[in-house]
């Protein structure tokens, strides 16, 4: 086997501000795009985040369709539900306003409006093909509501295949936004369980992309463009994984006990932007491979703070049972690499001593 020799850093551009959401309908009219389709899910609907957005491109004259059926936890069902209204809108650009299901159910809608094909053909192998992404595909503005997925930075988007009862994906580099809008504004909002399960999802990302096999002992493709999306971790996704790692530490818990506080809650934002910046270019690894299962077997849990019309597991909790108890102890697949710089701070003390010592027992 010959290893690979190189990776290649892709990022999404992001801006970050309060109050940065009023801006999406200036960034639609100046690139030209007339006529978008607007996804968000039934809560989020009648909430500020989405009515500032449909303001913004009202008073820029841009033409727009809201689809406000999005899944949370989504399924192939409810995707090609957001496709075929897509296909039928033909929409020159989308903007998605929520968390990871609602920025993953428009990058699906933004590829098969796109490029037509049987939804397993773009699906990750063994379940699906696995083929790339043809081409470019339209404007894709993505607005978080939640601090967790990363999904604003990523090429990544992840559903329930019902038939088997599991987790599966799609990962092309051309899924990414065209634009992440970090508005801390849009997280106020957000319930402390649903802040909880998105910050822990935050912290294994950093975890997965920091541990994960390195890039150099991976098996070289044979052309640039069937290198992965999830490349293996590198110099430059383990900076953000570290850097990830202290703002989670300072401000994870501040930003669940208390809604209002803004800079908690920015700077959560900005972490999952981080982790999705380190994980999305260097991949994840036995955690949220083993989450899966756990939420697709979900029979009738049904979450405090989360939509109660189906029953879920949190994607984070999910992950976060799994990371912990089975995986970090251990060191994920065996690297000797050093998790201390992974827990740096007071933030990361618990009961006198650091989360490297205790877990190391």
């Given at each position: 086997m010959e290893h690979e020799y190189a990776f290649e850093m892709a990022a999404s551009s992001i801006r970050f501000g309060q109050?940065?959401?009023?801006?999406?309908?200036m960034d639609l009219s100046e690139r030209g795009v007339n006529r978008v389709m607007v996804l968000t899910d039934p809560v989020l609907r009648d909430l500020v985040p989405v009515q500032t957005v449909l303001e913004?491109?009202?008073?820029?004259?841009?033409a727009y369709s809201l689809f406000d059926r999005v899944r949370i936890e989504p399924t192939d069902s409810s995707f090609q539900e957001?496709?075929?209204?897509?296909?039928?809108?033909?929409?020159?650009?989308?903007?998605?306003?929520?968390?990871?299901?609602t920025m993953d159910t428009a990058k699906v809608a933004n590829l098969f409006s796109s490029y037509p094909a049987d939804l397993l053909d773009y699906v990750n192998p063994p379940i699906g093909k696995g083929l790339p992404v043809p081409g470019e595909l339209k404007p894709l503005y993505a607005i978080p509501t939640t601090a967790g997925t990363g999904s604003e930075t990523t090429g990544v988007a992840i559903f329930d295949l019902e038939a088997m009862h599991a987790k599966t994906g799609i990962a092309d580099r051309r899924l990414k936004p065209t634009l992440g809008i970090v508005?801390?504004?849009?997280?106020?909002?957000l319930p402390p369980m649903a802040a909880a399960c998105t910050g822990l999802d935050v912290f294994t990302h950093a975890i997965e992309s920091y541990t994960t096999l390195p890039f150099s002992q991976r098996e070289r493709p044979e052309r640039p463009i069937l290198r992965p999306a999830y490349q293996g971790s590198n110099p430059i996704s383990d900076i953000w994984a570290l850097e990830t790692m202290r703002i989670v530490g300072k401000y994870f818990i501040r930003a669940v006990e208390d809604s209002e506080d803004s800079k908690a809650r920015g700077m959560m934002l900005l972490a999952a932007c981080f982790a999705g910046?380190?994980?999305?270019?260097?991949?994840?690894t036995i955690p949220h491979g083993m989450s899966y299962p756990v939420s697709g077997?979900?029979?009738?849990?049904?979450?405090?703070?989360?939509?109660?019309?189906?029953?879920?597991?949190?994607?984070?909790?999910?992950?976060v049972l799994n990371a912990l108890p089975a995986v970090v102890p251990k060191g994920i697949c065996g690297l000797p690499r050093p998790l201390a710089r992974m827990f740096p701070g007071p933030g990361w003390k618990m009961r006198g001593k650091s989360w490297p010592t205790r877990l190391s027992k």
């Amino acid at each position: 086997m010959e290893h690979e020799y190189a990776f290649e850093m892709a990022a999404s551009s992001i801006r970050f501000g309060q109050g940065a959401t009023r801006e999406v309908g200036m960034d639609l009219s100046e690139r030209g795009v007339n006529r978008v389709m607007v996804l968000t899910d039934p809560v989020l609907r009648d909430l500020v985040p989405v009515q500032t957005v449909l303001e913004a491109l009202s008073e820029e004259k841009v033409a727009y369709s809201l689809f406000d059926r999005v899944r949370i936890e989504p399924t192939d069902s409810s995707f090609q539900e957001a496709i075929a209204f897509a296909v039928a809108g033909e929409f020159d650009g989308f903007v998605a306003v929520g968390g990871g299901s609602t920025m993953d159910t428009a990058k699906v809608a933004n590829l098969f409006s796109s490029y037509p094909a049987d939804l397993l053909d773009y699906v990750n192998p063994p379940i699906g093909k696995g083929l790339p992404v043809p081409g470019e595909l339209k404007p894709l503005y993505a607005i978080p509501t939640t601090a967790g997925t990363g999904s604003e930075t990523t090429g990544v988007a992840i559903f329930d295949l019902e038939a088997m009862h599991a987790k599966t994906g799609i990962a092309d580099r051309r899924l990414k936004p065209t634009l992440g809008i970090v508005d801390p504004d849009n997280t106020r909002s957000l319930p402390p369980m649903a802040a909880a399960c998105t910050g822990l999802d935050v912290f294994t990302h950093a975890i997965e992309s920091y541990t994960t096999l390195p890039f150099s002992q991976r098996e070289r493709p044979e052309r640039p463009i069937l290198r992965p999306a999830y490349q293996g971790s590198n110099p430059i996704s383990d900076i953000w994984a570290l850097e990830t790692m202290r703002i989670v530490g300072k401000y994870f818990i501040r930003a669940v006990e208390d809604s209002e506080d803004s800079k908690a809650r920015g700077m959560m934002l900005l972490a999952a932007c981080f982790a999705g910046l380190g994980f999305g270019n260097a991949g994840l690894t036995i955690p949220h491979g083993m989450s899966y299962p756990v939420s697709g077997m979900v029979k009738d849990y049904h979450p405090e703070g989360y939509p109660a019309d189906h029953p879920m597991i949190p994607h984070g909790m999910a992950v976060v049972l799994n990371a912990l108890p089975a995986v970090v102890p251990k060191g994920i697949c065996g690297l000797p690499r050093p998790l201390a710089r992974m827990f740096p701070g007071p933030g990361w003390k618990m009961r006198g001593k650091s989360w490297p010592t205790r877990l190391s027992k």
